[in-house]
């Protein structure tokens, strides 16, 4: 009597993975088929991609350097500015009555220092005769002594004239420092957020009479501590808005505060991003991908030739290397990637032979497993 056919599918199913069982092990017994390759020196574009939160710039407080009274304001809300553009003017009236009256007491204190060292010289000339007479006996003792004093004399005198030139010029600058903070400018470019004050007000030292942030949007994006070199300020970056299709490009500014997670170091890249796209609202998620300079002569590996570190149950990186037909696992040190390569910053040396892939091949691997090279044809 035959057997049912749900009976007869079990079996034809069993036999099936018997047959492909007996094959995987006798495919694990020979070792896969694996690309060799050996390393060489290429030129990398650093790539490296994360996540952040887009949000306005942050806004600095531009404050009033005098006290004084505002005369213009000549901004708004929303306006763009220049670093160095006048956002506010105050009054200039009495720090321009105190920058003349210094500048008059800085004439006559050089006019009398003038004076003073010209006396001083007159009475070194007159000591200097005295002393002449004195050694060829033509004039007393009490001459010289007089000569003597005049000169200590004319030369307190110039010194005491030359520290007030020194103090008035002193008062003179810092009058005209002060008239000079009665023009307010921004201190970088971008664009006024707020205004603190109004025409007619009297504004203190210290305190913001205007706001000023950089124009458009800003997203902080960690990345490896190791690898910001690679990525300076100017940067390329792309990024691409939560739910947005838009792809938006922008670039690398400066570093925010590092931080530490698990067991690597990283720091926050601040990406600076145009104003123009609808796809920018502060507070969304967005995918950042920044381009480094072009790396030349890197020692780079195929990224299909790392294997995973989990799976070899180490904290390093690595790749396998063949040897004797069988893969040996080696530790890495691994700097930045492009879509394809990696650059090997220790661990290989450029000619040597390693395992370059395919991915699930080497995915799959342990260190000490047979390999077999697969020819270039199949």
């Known amino acids: 009597m035959a057997p049912p056919p749900v009976k007869r599918a ?7 993975a018997a047959a492909l069982g007996a094959m995987l092990l006798v495919v694990r017994a020979r070792g896969p088929r694996v690309d060799l390759e050996r390393t060489k020196r290429r030129t990398i574009v650093p790539i490296v991609s994360g996540a952040g939160e887009i949000r306005r710039p942050e806004a600095v407080g531009v404050p009033a350097g005098v006290i004084g009274r505002i005369k213009s304001i000549p901004v708004r809300p929303g306006d763009a500015v220049r670093k160095g553009d006048v956002v506010v003017e105050l009054d200039r009236t009495a720090y321009e009555a105190q920058a003349s009256e210094a500048t008059a007491a800085a004439a006559r204190a050089s006019e009398e220092a ?7 010289e007159s009475a070194s000339r007159k000591y200097a005769r005295a002393i002449a007479l004195a050694g060829k006996k033509m004039a007393s003792g009490d001459y010289l002594q007089a000569a003597r004093g005049d000169v200590a004399r004319a030369r307190a005198a110039r010194d005491a004239a030359s520290s007030s030139l020194a103090s008035a010029r002193e008062r003179l600058a810092s009058a005209r420092e002060a008239l000079s903070r009665t023009r ?3 201190p970088r470019d971008g664009e006024i957020v707020a205004v603190h004050a109004k025409i007619g007000e009297t504004v203190t030292e210290r305190l913001p009479v205007v706001s ?22 100017g940067s390329g970056a792309s990024v691409r808005a939560a739910g947005s299709r838009e792809e938006i490009r922008g670039e690398v500014r400066g570093l925010v505060a590092p931080n530490k997670t698990g067991d690597s170091a990283y720091v926050s890249v601040m990406i600076a991003l145009p104003s123009s796209s609808s796809a920018l609202a502060p507070g969304s998620a967005a995918r950042v991908r920044i381009e480094g300079p072009p790396i030349a002569g890197a020692l780079a590996v195929p990224i299909s030739a790392l294997s995973s570190p989990a799976r070899v149950r180490r904290r390093e990186s690595g790749v396998f290397l063949p040897l004797s037909g069988r893969a040996r696992w080696r530790a890495v040190v691994v700097g930045v990637r492009d879509e394809r390569f990696a650059e090997i910053v220790s661990g290989l040396a450029e000619g040597e032979e390693i395992v370059a892939g395919p991915f699930a091949a080497v995915e799959s691997l342990s260190d000490g497993d047979r390999i077999r090279p697969r020819r270039k044809e199949e």
């Open 10 to 16: 079990l079996i034809a199913g069993a036999a099936v």
């Open 114 to 120: 003038g004076r003073a060292a010209a006396s001083l």
């Open 184 to 186: 307010i400018t921004s």
């Open 212 to 233: 000023v942030a950089e124009k458009g949007s800003t997203i902080a994006v960690p990345i490896p501590a190791d690898s910001v070199r690679r990525f300076p300020p």
